[in-house]
């Protein structure tokens, strides 16, 4: 295995004690530091996708937090962002962790896109390099504060682009879960002694338990950057008209922001494209600002001035075309069942065409009863069979549904492309024999459905 100050990689388990030994001085935490950390200018992060396998560009979904991207740079961009400060706008993106983002520290990467070759060892790319590394899936060299180089072995292993699980053997893993590992070396962590640490210095089954960072990772990485400080401008949103964006959020300066956004085109180099010098509005909550030419899909971020850590924003989502959908809003009050449960609506996945995977749920219902999932084009409060009627006429019957043994439904909403464009509102509608009207209502849900 390459063992230096500027290359550090993931091994197989059978290289594990070795590896730790010569790594790591035993010491009371579980993570180390490398001994420095990546300067403000050195945020950047690209894709050379140079990767062999087919399983690593299978991925042809996009996905609405990772506007422009799939494959092997879109499972890369997932590693980068669970560093991040924040959820990466929904949080949502990967089916085997509830958010992405999950740092919590002064330090957030900038996508930068694809790269057009490996670039040198402090360009700030991911890529891959033939041969076998030795027992070695990966390593990072890391000048540290002036940049990092991630290379993948292509006989280490048949890496694969996910987003799902991987079924283990046949040399098959994780390139998220081992992006996550390794870009934790390019910010500045070593390997770690805690077991359960994404960190640690090897790697079991197929790594796609390493695509989420752990307490003892959070841990190191806030030692590095600090914690995610009350001050760090926060996006939250944005709407684009034309080439004018506003941005939304908090903690802006009041005068000399700076936007990042994602560069592309010719002179795409792994800096951002900016605009410098931005007033901000309504007491730091808003900027707007003319989308220049050369910004792409990607994230957005704001540079308030300063140089800390605690001056850039999170990463946000960021579409030229296109402005996020809204969450869905809940509204109303449940009618209590006669059991004495509440069924509140809660959901889960996003109301859009392209994932096409957004449910209603509830776990305050009556077990073994039907109901219907009720729609309507707008809203309403009408008394009704003892509590409220949150949707005004006609209402439309979506779903007939069956509570589980322990009062909880799911309902599946299929996003069609008629629905795009328009919102809707929900409610349950359900069997209740012990209440007087014999009939139970959940709250209700206001939900846009988007492209």
Aim: some cysteine.
């Amino acid at each position: 295995m390459r063992i230096s100050n500027v290359a550090k990689g993931l091994v197989a388990p059978a290289a594990a004690v070795i590896a730790t030994w010569l790594l790591m001085p035993p010491r009371a935490e579980g993570y180390a530091l490398l001994g420095g950390a990546l300067r403000l200018p050195q945020r950047d992060l690209r894709v050379f996708d140079n990767f062999s396998d087919p399983e690593a560009n299978d991925n042809h979904q996009e996905d609405p937090s990772f506007p422009g991207e799939t494959g092997a740079a879109l499972a890369i961009w997932k590693a980068a962002v669970e560093w991040g400060s924040e959820a990466h706008g929904d949080g949502l993106g990967d089916p085997s962790q509830p958010v992405l983002g999950s740092g919590g520290a002064n330090f957030d990467f900038a996508w930068q896109g694809r790269a057009s070759s490996v670039g040198g060892p402090s360009d700030n790319v991911v890529s891959e390099i033939s041969g076998g590394g030795g027992g070695v899936f990966a390593f990072t060299e890391t000048p540290i504060s002036d940049g990092w180089r991630i290379r993948f072995f292509a006989d280490a292993a048949v890496w694969h682009d996910g987003p799902g699980d991987i079924v283990s053997g046949g040399g098959n893993h994780d390139l998220q879960g081992v992006a996550t590992h390794e870009l934790g070396h390019a910010l500045g962590l070593d390997h770690s002694s805690d077991l359960d640490a994404t960190m640690v210095s090897f790697l079991v089954l197929t790594g796609v338990h390493f695509r989420s960072i752990e307490a003892d990772d959070q841990a190191g990485i806030r030692a590095l950057y600090g914690p995610r400080s009350p001050a760090k401008p926060h996006v939250s949103g944005y709407e684009v008209s034309g080439t004018s964006l506003t941005l939304r959020g908090a903690g802006f300066a009041a005068t000399g922001n700076e936007v990042w956004f994602t560069r592309t085109g010719p002179l795409a180099d792994g800096t951002p494209a900016k605009v410098a010098g931005l007033p901000s509005l309504d007491q730091g909550t808003r900027l707007q600002v003319a989308v220049p030419p050369d910004a792409g899909d990607g994230d957005v971020l704001v540079h308030a001035p300063g140089h800390g850590n605690a001056s850039l924003s999170n990463a946000f989502p960021f579409d030229p075309s296109l402005a996020p959908c809204a969450p869905p809003v809940p509204y109303g009050t449940a009618k209590t069942t006669s059991i004495g449960t509440l069924p509140v609506l809660f959901w889960s996945g996003r109301a859009t065409l392209r994932t096409d995977d957004f449910e209603i749920a509830t776990s305050g219902g009556i077990p073994d009863r039907f109901g219907w999932l009720l729609s309507s084009a707008a809203s309403a409060a009408t008394p009704f069979q003892g509590g409220t009627l949150w949707l005004a006429a006609p209402l439309r019957r979506e779903t007939k549904f069956q509570f589980d043994f322990f009062g909880g439904v799911v309902v599946p909403v299929p996003v069609s492309p008629a629905l795009v464009g328009s919102r809707r509102f929900f409610q349950l509608w359900f069997q209740d024999p012990g209440d007087p009207f014999g009939v139970g209502l959940s709250d209700a849900l206001e939900v846009a459905f988007c492209p």
